[in-house]
Nanobody
Framework: VRLVESGGGLVQAGGSLRLSCAAS????????MSWYRQAPGKQRELVAI?????DYAEFVKGRFTISRDNREKRLYLQMNSLEPEDTGIYYC???????????????WGQGTQVTVSS
């Protein structure tokens, strides 16, 4: 299973970024997909998840939107009204099965850096 994030970068406060996660080797349409982030010196935290429903961390509600394209096997995170506190490495996470396998495992991408300047 491979998860590859892209779309990170440097943006000023109030700006927007759109992250993308390309998945391969996993039954994407049945996988629970989510975005996590890790700020310097802090633990990794959940940002948004798409399983049977979508849910968001309180600190991004109304600013971030998670979406997915099952045909393209891509997960997205639209981030608007970015704040310096949103700075961190953003990770794509998948919980699902590989083709031909019934067990569901957790997979991580390598992360993409988001830096929001004040």
């Amino acid at each position: 299973v491979r998860l590859v994030e892209s779309g990170g970068g440097l943006v000023q406060a109030g700006g927007s970024l759109r992250l993308s996660c390309a998945a391969s080797g996993i039954l994407f349409s049945s996988a629970d997909m989510s975005w996590y982030r890790q700020a310097p010196g802090k633990q990794r935290e959940l940002v948004a998840i798409w399983s049977t429903t979508t849910d968001y961390a309180e600190f991004v509600k109304g600013r971030f939107t998670i979406s997915r394209d099952n045909r393209e096997k891509r997960l997205y995170l639209q981030m608007n009204s970015l704040e310096p506190e949103d700075t961190g490495i953003y990770y794509c996470n998948a919980v699902g099965s590989r083709p031909g396998r019934s067990n569901r495992l957790t997979y991580w991408g390598q992360g993409t850096q988001v830096t929001v300047s004040s």
